[in-house]
């Protein structure tokens, strides 16, 4: 029985949140874990001793807090359902996350990449470019990038309609540097489309089974454009250039609710990731800009000297 509303819930988020492939493999691996050991009638204590469990053998927080997470999703859709009559998971607590911040390039490494892409053989140079181009002037997620339609950027259109996270679509501008090197790919993307109906569909057609280029090629790409501008690859991937596409912004005055609309965040929680970013752009601003703020030493107060008590007058005897 465990099994089967494992397979109801997974049927559930595919339906009602359209969860990509990988989501549901994901959540189907974190969820068996758990359920063979404790299965669906699992109590809150089992939750407990299951985290403390994964505590004990090494597994990182964040892990871990995903793990709590897939088991608190598929518990509250079983009480919600009528299957339970309770959520064990209710009033667990998520392990404590150590603060993080996103690991951004800097706009010179960002220009230096898009260079070495175009220092790579004919056949992957305008691919390379092409790709960059949008995952920084964009700031798409690779899944995003890799499935965009054939006909997702005209002539001239400063933007374009994406589709997100459950498939939730938004406008994102698209600057005419990242139009120009699309244009640069057709041909070779006609090539590798070559033979596959369903590659037609999209912007970087593939004759793998998708029919169009996979994320996994597209991290291979941006590693090879890495290799060729003398960065360190493993610091370069698609999720890095999105990282990078939103510290930029701020850095350059853009706002978080603003930002958070051209990432396509659901909630602007998840976008105040990049605050300690805006909070040293605005200490940099205030230490550049304030009269006060310079670095001559602060003027010394000169404070003034204490008046001398008057003397007491000696007391005369009575006559």
Known sequence: MTAHWLDIFLEM??????????????????????????????????????????????????????????????????????????????????????????????EAEVEALIQGAERLPPTRAPLAVAALELLYASGLRASELVTLPAGALRQNAPLITVRGKGGKERLVPISRRAREAVAETAGE???????????????????GK?????RQGLGLLLKEAALAAGVDPERVSPHVLRHSFATHLLGRGADLRSLQTLLGHADIVTTQIYTKVLDEHLRRLVETHHP?????????????EPRPAPARRKKRDSP
């Open 210 to 214: 998708a029919g169009h280029f996979t």
């Open 13 to 106: 988020l595919a339906a009602e949140r359209n969860a990509a492939r990988n989501t549901l493999l994901a959540y189907r691996a974190d969820l068996s874990d758990f359920l063979t050991q404790h299965g669906a009638e699992a109590t809150a204590d089992d939750v407990r001793d299951y985290l403390h469990h994964l505590a004990a053998s090494g597994l990182a927080a964040r892990s871990q807090a995903r793990k709590l997470s897939a088991i608190r999703q598929f518990f509250r859709f079983l009480a919600r359902e009528g299957y339970r009559a309770d959520d064990p998971t209710e009033l667990i607590d998520s392990p404590r996350l150590p603060p993080s911040l996103p690991k951004a390039l800097t």
């Open 189 to 207: 993307a006609e090539r590798r489309g070559r033979g596959h109906v369903q590659a037609a569909r999209y912007l970087f057609p593939s004759r």
């Open 292 to 304: 006060l703020a310079t670095e001559a030493p602060a003027p010394r107060i000169m404070r003034p």
